[in-house]
């Protein structure tokens, strides 16, 4: 929670500012149940993406039938949980996938 409350880099533990002063906080802060299910997501979108070669396409969220995901909404810190999920990409490769929250 101090991620989606203050900007607290979960890997570092150094409170992340922009040069005003104000903290870094994420849309939402959000994580996979389990590795296999970020792994599951990265392997369809890139499926998608080699079978289409059309990255919008890839980039689509991508909804399970089953919990994913969870995490806190920035602005109410309300809890979620999370059916689906999104990769970006970058240069054809994947570079980051996270859970909707919400959805």
């Known amino acids: 929670m101090d991620r989606a409350q203050f900007g607290k880099n979960p890997t570092t533990g150094i409170f992340e500012t922009y040069p005003n002063g104000n903290p870094k906080i994420p849309s939402s802060a959000t994580r996979f149940i389990t590795n296999r299910d970020q792994l599951n997501t990265i392997n369809r979108a ?58």
């Open 46 to 103: 890139e499926n998608i993406f080699n079978a289409t070669g059309d990255v919008t396409l890839a980039e689509r969220p991508i909804t399970f039938d089953y919990l994913i995901g969870e995490g806190y909404k920035k602005t109410s810190l309300a809890y979620g949980q999370s059916y689906s999920a999104q990769v970006w990409f970058r240069n054809g490769s994947p570079v980051t996938a996270f859970p909707i929250w919400g959805q």
